[in-house]
């Protein structure tokens, strides 16, 4: 049975849309999911499905996320596959000056329009770097997350797509717990 990997936007922030981590992995096992483990408070969860399709199983987990807790929680589901190539076409690691600490990865749910990437592109945005590869959004931010304006909000609006961001570390325990590595 294949493995999956399924980040939560906007969980467990400012104390809106609070969902329990127990309560998370309860549900993905209600959702007939197996192996289910969660990872930290921002809605990171590591299972075993039969189904095949991540856009379905994104769509059946924001479905149960909606009918238990009564709000709209974008879910993105990724491939063990998926996530290693993120780290490994990742294009900061490679600088002599690389810092995990200042590294985060944005995952989009579609692929955005070459058009609304190109725009984007063309502003600099101080020390803050960024680099768009697919349905990934490499972000370097020295000042540090909480301080830039490259975060959902800015990508989800500029690219008209919904976006989550994890920072490296995460990213990369993630895909330890899926078996990868």
């Known amino acids: 049975m294949p493995t999956y990997i399924s980040m939560l936007r906007g969980i467990n922030v400012s104390a809106q849309k609070k969902i329990i ?6 549900l993905h096992e209600d959702a007939g999911f197996q192996n289910v483990q969660t990872y930290i408070q921002s809605g990171n969860v590591v299972f075993k499905s039969s189904k095949k399709s991540t856009s379905t199983l994104a769509t059946q987990i924001e ?3 909606k009918k238990h807790y009564g709000f709209d929680v974008a879910v993105i589901v990724l491939t063990p596959q998926e996530m290693q190539d993120t780290i490994t076409n990742n294009p900061f ?6 810092d995990e600490g200042k590294m985060y990865v944005c995952f989009l749910n579609n692929q955005p329009n070459v058009a609304l990437v190109e725009k984007i592109k063309a502003v ?4 803050d ?20 304006k490259l975060n959902n909000n800015f990508f989800e609006s500029k690219l008209k797509v919904t ?3 994890r920072n490296w570390n995460t990213v990369n325990r993630l895909l330890e717990m899926a078996g990868g590595r």
Do not use: R, S
């Open 21 to 26: 981590m127990k309560e998370l992995k309860t």
């Open 63 to 65: 479905t149960f996320i």
């Open 93 to 98: 690691q490679k600088q002599k000056d690389f």
């Open 124 to 127: 600099q945005y101080e020390a």
């Open 129 to 148: 770097c960024f680099v768009i590869d697919h349905k990934v959004i490499y972000l370097f931010v020295p000042g540090g997350y909480g301080n830039t």
């Open 163 to 165: 976006a989550t961001t």
